[in-house]
């Protein structure tokens, strides 16, 4: 396994650790920046609200749970997140409920971006640090076999359409952009993480 891999998971969070590490930083007003600002805070308080129905509602589609069920190999799956970030709220939890539908073939660990800036220095797209950042491992030889991420096909087509007719990202894509992700409910994320895997198998 690589040594910035390594590092990395040396300080990640199970899923419930990384959801109630977000509820104690919001307790204290603050988010998992490492730079604390008033927006990131109001950002992750949103995202918690948003992660607490997803948690309850998500749902794995039954073709899809049928496949993560029948994996050959096993895997190691690495997230780079931040509270703050809108794609990462909604798409955690689909990762989560992927990871349950696996027989124990899949583990997740999330690791905060700004902490591990080597690790991310790794998988940047389009040259930023674009996050949620799904980084996959073959657990039987440790080594990194595929990435995802950070939005998938449909929202990062509706984020290029907004910037190619208007030049900025501003808070009527965000808006638009939760939008898209409430009306897809995950399916999207779904089938193109089940492709990559089907690839690797």
Not at 56 to 85: D, F, G, Q, R
Request: some cysteine; proline content about 2%.
């Amino acid at each position: 396994m690589k040594t910035f891999v390594a590092q990395a998971l040396f300080r990640s969070h199970s899923y419930p650790e990384y959801r109630k590490l977000m509820a104690d930083l919001l307790k204290e007003g603050k988010s998992t920046a490492v730079e604390q600002t008033q927006e990131r805070t109001h950002y992750s308080e949103l995202n918690e609200a948003r992660m607490h129905r997803l948690d309850k509602t998500i749902k794995i589609t039954e073709e899809n749970s049928a496949k993560l069920k029948t994996l050959n190999k096993s895997y190691l799956w690495i997230v780079l997140t931040e509270s703050w970030c809108g794609d990462a709220a909604q798409i955690l939890p689909i990762l989560n409920k992927m990871v349950l539908e696996a027989n124990q073939k899949i583990e997740l660990k999330l690791v905060l971006r700004d902490e591990n800036e080597d690790l991310m220095s790794h998988f940047l797209t389009n040259k930023t640090k674009a996050i949620p950042k799904l980084i996959v491992i073959d657990k039987a030889t440790g080594s990194v076999v595929g990435d995802w991420g950070p939005r998938p096909q449909g929202a990062i087509d509706l984020i290029e359409r907004y910037k190619e007719k208007f030049g900025v990202i501003d808070e009527t894509t965000k808006t638009e952009l939760q939008l898209w992700y409430l009306h897809d409910k995950g399916v999207s994320t779904q089938n193109e993480i089940i492709q990559l895997l089907q690839d690797l198998e």
